[in-house]
């Protein structure tokens, strides 16, 4: 898990994106407010548009945030990434 940590946040901050560090679960709370678009449809576009799963923040009390699993493997992570970089890049 640590590796895939460590994966996802430097990509997310290669992105821009930016997110409080997670201490030990294995996900992140990445920060869409620049988006302009509430974590409901940020999810629901991404999943339509990108075929990348993520859960909105508004489901923790979190609106602005979606959050990312990484508990998955390395290779669906890189894939899973790539795809959200494409997405955030026709924002």
């Known amino acids: 898990y640590q590796a895939r940590r460590q994966l996802c946040m ?3 901050r290669e992105m821009g994106l930016r997110f409080p560090e997670p201490e030990g679960a294995f996900y992140i709370f990445v920060d869409i407010r620049p988006y ?3 974590s409901e449809t940020f999810c629901t576009r991404l999943i339509r548009e990108a075929g990348v799963a993520m859960v909105p923040g508004v489901c923790f009390g979190a ?3 979606v959050r990312l699993s990484y508990c998955c493997s390395r290779e669906r992570l890189e894939l899973g990434l790539d795809r959200l970089e494409h997405f955030l890049n026709q924002l």
């Open 10 to 12: 430097a990509r997310l």
């Open 63 to 65: 609106e602005g945030f």
């Open 36 to 38: 302009g678009m509430d």
